[in-house]
């Protein structure tokens, strides 16, 4: 179950305390996420909603070990990742975090497959072994006659399943998506939503993501809100 | 070892960049191994003369003679173990370019003089025998095609006429720094046909048993000679080398100051090419960080693409160089010992490596510490 309460819940894969992220333009002060809760379960999938600004990619950021809060505690399977130095939170998140853009950001110069193999560059693999991880991922994302093309060569949807399988080919302990599919038409977007979908309820992935697409946060098992800086669930916020 | 496409297809992302910088990065090279080999040449007397070796000339210049009969005198001075003799020939073979030093020797003392020209006994037997023989070094027999038993008629400048010699020996320089281009002949013959200068050398190259006590048979020779007709300048031969080699003024220093100049242009290029890299993939990077690759491993990625465009061009440029340098010498004789050393081969590929670490260093430095945050938002 996905909690914001900031109550102890044992089967939290991902536990947020007390988070706040300031930032200080100038002379002026922003205080982006206040005092933030946050528990979620292993297999869920949450999306968060919110207008521009509202701090949902700098919580996203947080989360995936991206950026530091100015206070509080991100807890990630056991992993308290706040006070981890950033040699230690790379190699966490090439270990733990699957993460998937909404522009993709695929390496223009590698293949589908190299685009794919990178994050395993960073694992004791041997050649082989990458190359079967890679082959395993780009087919679970029904693009394994593309492995040769290059970014360029491929439309937007396949872009982003190519970055999907980049996401998880390391199988890591969850999926960050900032905006997925806020640069797909609508075909493609739902073909994106059905895969992430798939990654939940068939091979048990823990997904949370950011959208303004309603269609899309329809998909996730719990809605989330950010306003002023704090979380609340879908039907408060609708009601607010 | 792994990460090595990843590194070339970065490399060739802007081939053209990549290439124009390798190709100046190698002419640099190549233009230091031109210097180097020239420098090597200007000194090479310096490098390779012996400091248990005097010359003794006339003290009022190198053109001026010598009498023979000093050779006997020079050897009665104390820690001389042989004093021999030379004269400058300076005749055209052909054509006024064709230049190559000649000398006239004295056959008896020469060889065991300077022991580090090696002919084989037979060949020297056949020499000493035939009154017109001559001693070539395996320099000018390879550039004029000689052979022995070949007769060669050379153009007197100082004492005129055609003067004829048989190739009876060809020499070869036991040192890589040795002078290969050297023409000997009997100091008789020439002493016999001559129409001037008889009884008389060009210098003297005294071989001292003892080179703790140079600057005491120095001393003691040019006081010997001293109030004579023919004063005396002794010195080293290292001494007597650099001097020569300071007639053309400080190359050294030229040499060094040019390529000062092209190390810092390349440096320039270099880093620039590194810089514009860094900058066009700042979002690519961020990426990178993002998957998990450390900020010591993008420091790598990026100082590795700058050693390899910085080692191709140097290796390039170096083999240019030494293929240059093996067409042997381009002045037609100015430059006898034109080659470049494996040591200098390597410090010009160590030079290239220097400059792509140090062109990559500020570039891989802006990558290693780029915030996440902050590159993702460049996208």
Same mark, same amino acid.
């Given at each position: 179950?996905?909690?914001?309460?900031?109550?102890?819940?044992?089967?939290?894969?991902?536990?947020? /305390?007390?988070?706040?992220?300031?930032?200080?333009?100038?002379?002026?002060?922003?205080?982006?996420?206040?005092?933030?809760?946050?528990?979620?379960?292993?297999? %869920?999938?949450?999306?968060?909603?919110?207008?521009?600004?509202?701090?949902?990619?700098?919580?996203?950021?947080?989360?995936?070990?991206?950026?530091?809060?100015?206070?509080?505690?991100?807890?990630?399977?056991?992993? %308290?990742?706040?006070?981890?130095?950033?040699?230690?939170?790379?190699?966490? /998140?090439?270990?733990?975090?699957?993460?998937?853009?909404?522009?993709?950001?695929?390496?223009?110069?590698?293949?589908?497959?190299?685009?794919?193999?990178?994050?395993?560059?960073?694992?004791?693999?041997?050649?082989?072994?990458?190359?079967?991880?890679?082959?395993?991922?780009?087919?679970?994302?029904?693009?394994?006659? /593309?492995?040769?093309?290059?970014?360029?060569?491929?439309?937007?949807?396949?872009?982003?399943?190519?970055?999907?399988? /980049?996401?998880?080919?390391?199988?890591?302990?969850?999926?960050?998506?900032?905006?997925?599919?806020?640069?797909?038409?609508?075909?493609?977007?739902? %073909?994106?939503?059905?895969?992430?979908?798939?990654?939940?309820?068939?091979?048990?992935?823990?997904?949370?993501?950011?959208?303004?697409?309603?269609?899309?946060?329809?998909?996730?098992?719990?809605?989330?809100?950010?306003?002023?800086?704090?979380?609340?669930?879908?039907? %408060?916020?609708?009601?607010? | 070892?792994?990460?090595?496409?990843?590194?070339?297809?970065?490399?060739?992302?802007?081939?053209?960049?990549?290439?124009?910088?390798?190709?100046?990065?190698?002419?640099?090279?190549?233009?230091?191994?031109?210097?180097?080999?020239?420098?090597?040449?200007?000194?090479?007397?310096?490098?390779?003369?012996?400091?248990?070796?005097?010359?003794?000339?006339?003290?009022?210049?190198?053109?001026?003679?010598?009498?023979?009969?000093?050779?006997?005198?020079?050897?009665?001075?104390?820690?001389?173990?042989?004093?021999?003799?030379?004269?400058?020939?300076?005749?055209?073979?052909?054509?006024?370019?064709?230049?190559?030093?000649?000398?006239?020797?004295?056959?008896?003392?020469?060889?065991?003089?300077?022991? &580090?020209?090696?002919?084989?006994?037979?060949?020297?037997?056949?020499?000493?025998?035939?009154?017109?023989?001559?001693?070539?070094?395996?320099?000018?027999? &390879?550039?004029?095609?000689?052979?022995?038993?070949?007769?060669?008629?050379?153009?007197?400048?100082?004492?005129?006429?055609?003067?004829?010699?048989?190739?009876?020996?060809?020499?070869?320089?036991?040192?890589?720094?040795?002078? &290969?281009?050297?023409?000997?002949?009997?100091?008789?013959?020439? &002493?016999?046909?001559?129409?001037?200068?008889?009884?008389?050398?060009?210098?003297?190259?005294?071989?001292?048993?003892?080179?703790?006590?140079?600057?005491?048979?120095?001393?003691?020779?040019?006081?010997?000679?001293?109030?004579?007709?023919?004063?005396?300048?002794?010195?080293?031969?290292?001494?007597?080398?650099?001097?020569?080699?300071?007639?053309?003024?400080?190359?050294?220093?030229?040499?060094?100051?040019?390529?000062?100049?092209?190390?810092?242009?390349?440096?320039?290029?270099?880093?620039?090419?590194?810089?514009?890299?860094?900058?066009?993939?700042?979002?690519? $990077?961020?990426?990178?960080?993002?998957?998990?690759?450390?900020?010591?491993?993008?420091?790598?990625?990026?100082?590795?693409?700058?050693?390899?465009?910085?080692?191709?061009?140097?290796?390039?440029?170096?083999?240019?160089?030494?293929?240059?340098?093996?067409?042997?010498?381009?002045?037609?004789?100015? $430059?006898?010992?034109?080659? $470049?050393?494996?040591?200098?081969?390597?410090?010009?590929?160590?030079?290239?490596?220097?400059?792509?670490?140090?062109?990559?260093?500020?570039?891989?430095?802006?990558?290693?510490? $780029?915030?996440?945050?902050?590159?993702?938002?460049?996208?």
């Amino acid at each position: 179950m996905v909690s914001i309460d900031g109550k102890e819940h044992s089967n939290s894969l991902v536990r947020i /305390r007390n988070l706040n992220k300031v930032y200080r333009r100038g002379g002026e002060t922003i205080n982006v996420l206040q005092g933030l809760n946050l528990d979620v379960e292993k297999g %869920e999938f949450v999306a968060f909603m919110g207008p521009s600004g509202s701090g949902k990619t700098t919580l996203l950021n947080l989360l995936g070990g991206l950026d530091t809060p100015t206070s509080g505690t991100v807890t990630v399977d056991g992993d %308290e990742i706040t006070h981890m130095s950033g040699r230690n939170l790379a190699s966490w /998140r090439a270990r733990h975090v699957g993460f998937i853009f909404q522009m993709y950001n695929l390496i223009p110069v590698l293949t589908a497959f190299q685009n794919v193999e990178l994050p395993l560059l960073l694992t004791k693999l041997s050649k082989a072994q990458r190359r079967q991880h890679v082959e395993t991922a780009l087919t679970l994302v029904g693009l394994s006659d /593309r492995m040769k093309h290059y970014p360029r060569q491929l439309s937007g949807g396949q872009e982003q399943r190519v970055a999907i399988a /980049r996401a998880i080919v390391t199988d890591p302990t969850f999926l960050l998506c900032d905006e997925p599919t806020g640069d797909l038409d609508r075909k493609a977007a739902e %073909e994106i939503l059905d895969l992430l979908t798939e990654l939940e309820s068939n091979h048990g992935k823990t997904i949370l993501m950011v959208t303004h697409d309603p269609l899309a946060a329809e998909r996730a098992d719990v809605v989330l809100h950010l306003d002023k800086g704090a979380l609340v669930e879908g039907a %408060e916020a609708a009601a607010s | 070892m792994k990460y090595l496409p990843f590194i070339f297809r970065n490399l060739f992302r802007k081939k053209t960049r990549t290439i124009l910088t390798i190709g100046s990065i190698a002419v640099a090279i190549f233009l230091f191994g031109l210097l180097v080999t020239i420098e090597t040449a200007l000194n090479a007397g310096v490098d390779v003369a012996g400091v248990d070796r005097l010359i003794v000339r006339n003290k009022t210049s190198l053109i001026m003679p010598l009498p023979l009969s000093y050779q006997e005198r020079l050897r009665q001075i104390d820690n001389v173990a042989e004093a021999t003799f030379a004269s400058w020939f300076g005749a055209i073979y052909q054509e006024p370019k064709n230049f190559f030093p000649q000398f006239a020797i004295d056959t008896d003392t020469y060889r065991a003089v300077f022991p &580090e020209f090696e002919v084989s006994d037979a060949e020297w037997s056949s020499f000493l025998a035939d009154q017109e023989g001559a001693v070539v070094g395996k320099l000018t027999a &390879e550039r004029f095609g000689w052979k022995i038993g070949d007769r060669i008629p050379l153009q007197g400048t100082i004492w005129t006429g055609t003067w004829e010699f048989n190739i009876r020996a060809i020499y070869e320089g036991s040192r890589s720094g040795d002078d &290969e281009s050297q023409f000997w002949f009997h100091w008789k013959f020439l &002493e016999e046909s001559r129409s001037f200068g008889k009884g008389t050398v060009g210098w003297y190259t005294v071989k001292i048993d003892d080179s703790d006590q140079a600057v005491t048979v120095t001393r003691t020779i040019d006081e010997r000679f001293s109030n004579s007709a023919y004063e005396t300048s002794t010195e080293t031969e290292q001494a007597f080398a650099a001097g020569f080699a300071k007639q053309i003024g400080n190359i050294k220093m030229l040499i060094m100051s040019i390529g000062a100049v092209v190390l810092f242009t390349l440096l320039l290029v270099t880093g620039n090419t590194m810089a514009m890299a860094v900058r066009e993939r700042v979002p690519e $990077l961020g990426v990178l960080k993002t998957l998990g690759f450390g900020d010591r491993t993008v420091l790598f990625l990026v100082l590795a693409e700058s050693l390899i465009i910085a080692t191709v061009g140097g290796a390039v440029g170096v083999g240019l160089a030494k293929l240059f340098t093996l067409g042997g010498d381009p002045t037609g004789g100015m $430059l006898p010992v034109f080659y $470049l050393s494996t040591k200098e081969m390597l410090l010009g590929l160590g030079i290239a490596i220097f400059v792509g670490l140090a062109a990559g260093s500020i570039p891989a430095l802006t990558a290693m510490n $780029l915030r996440i945050v902050d590159a993702l938002r460049r996208v």
